[in-house]
């Protein structure tokens, strides 16, 4: 499942499989195919790109996200809007919303910010989006996780994401949020591969742009 996954530079990442499925698409290159799906998590302007969904979007194309982004999107969109815990089965894929805050003012609870778990060919892929390792995230478990490396704006710090990584239980993790004046660096993509050990495998990605 590893190599259907494809990191299109700071949070953006495509999955190709059963399906084509974007996630948080920003400044994505021009030659990529459209969209069978495409999840927002949330309204910040570095994951939600309204010229890169409209560059994405074929006439069935499904968003994924949220109430506040719901609002924002132009009526002729096909839009399902989810909380978090609710889901959708698209195809061969559902898809679950996942809480994602942080307890400062960037990210706060009541906006109902989005993750998501993938559920698809057997493995549970979550994208965590901006979020802290908070309480609603205990009990979560998945195969492979996307998880922020930034730092920045109350995300999580390279402890905090060992610990979550620790209550995750993911096989492999693949950084994001990085490699652009929004994120961090890979310094800080390299500190969480450093820190993680043998807790579990990290796949650093190429962004293809």
């Not at 059963?18 to 910040?44: C, G, K, M, Q, W």
Request: charged residues 20%.
């Amino acid at each position: 499942m590893l190599a259907n996954i494809h990191w299109l530079g700071h949070a953006s990442f495509l999955i190709d499989s059963e399906l084509t499925l974007y996630i948080d698409p920003f400044r994505v290159p021009a030659n990529l195919p459209s969209a069978d799906v495409i999840l927002i998590t949330h309204e910040h302007y570095d994951h939600f790109s309204l010229s890169d969904v409209e560059r994405l979007s074929k006439k069935d194309t499904q968003i994924i996200t949220n109430q506040r982004i719901t609002e924002q999107l132009p009526d002729n969109y096909n839009v399902v809007t989810l909380r978090p815990w609710q889901s959708v089965n698209i195809r061969q894929a559902n898809i679950k919303a996942i809480p994602a805050y942080t307890l400062d003012d960037y990210h706060p609870a009541v906006r109902e910010d989005l993750g998501f778990v993938i559920a698809l060919n057997r493995y549970d892929i979550y994208y965590a989006g901006d979020t802290d390792f908070v309480p609603d995230l205990r009990t979560l478990r998945c195969d492979i996780a996307i998880l922020p490396v930034s730092a920045k704006e109350g995300l999580m710090t390279v402890e905090e994401t060992v610990a979550f990584v620790k209550s995750l239980q993911p096989q492999v993790v693949i950084p994001s949020h990085y490699g652009t004046t929004e994120g961090g660096n890979l310094i800080d993509a390299k500190a969480l591969e450093t820190a993680l050990g043998n807790i579990a495998k990290v796949q650093l990605l190429s962004a293809e742009v």
